[in-house]
């Protein structure tokens, strides 16, 4: 258990590169939820996040839960990034007026680890781009590079 010892916050997402004993955390931002004619989209400041992962490192992303489920309330989307802001689709209306869920949100899955501690694994290999865990309004975001 000493290994997840520096898993302190409950429900916050955090990284560790395999091999290294460090957890780091993502960036933690607020949100701003945007509401338009054509949907609704989370927006994120600024182009990229600072917690930044290489694509070829053996990351692991972990999370210490609650009193219970820690997937309800814990949603992950890939970001498009525009020329000053990230943003991920929550729903898109269509001119019939249909609402499509977002294609932006990310399906994964937990493995539980040790008492309360669970490895998130996304159901597909994360490409190159601007990640959020999104919990309430925070944002945890983080770039694989």
């Known amino acids: 258990m000493t ?8 429900n916050v997402p955090g990284y560790y590169i395999k091999g290294t004993p460090e957890l780091k955390s993502f960036g933690k931002e607020t949100v701003i939820m945007q509401a338009k004619s054509s949907g ?19 990351y692991v992303i972990l999370i210490k839960a609650g009193d219970g489920d820690p997937s309800n309330g ?10 000053k802001k990230r943003k991920a689709t929550m729903a ?3 001119m019939s007026g249909k609402m499509d869920m ?4 990310v399906a994964y899955k ?7 501690i669970y490895k ?5 290999k ?16 983080f770039g694989i590079e």
């Not at 290994?3 to 409950?10: A, D, R, V």
């Not at 814990?74 to 020329?83: A, R, S």
């Not at 977002?102 to 949100?105: E, F, L």
């Not at 994360?126 to 975001?141: R, V």
């Open 3 to 10: 290994k997840y010892h520096s898993l302190i916050f409950i």
């Open 40 to 58: 609704s989209f989370y927006e994120l400041e600024g182009i990229a996040s600072s917690a930044r992962i290489k694509s070829t490192d053996p």
């Open 74 to 83: 814990l949603f992950m989307y890939k970001m498009e990034v525009n020329k």
């Open 92 to 94: 898109k209306v269509s």
């Open 102 to 105: 977002s294609k932006d949100q």
């Open 110 to 116: 937990l493995e539980k680890i040790a008492d309360k």
């Open 120 to 124: 998130i694994v996304p159901d597909q």
């Open 126 to 141: 994360l490409e190159a781009g601007e990640y959020m865990f999104l919990i309430g309004l925070t944002a945890h975001s």
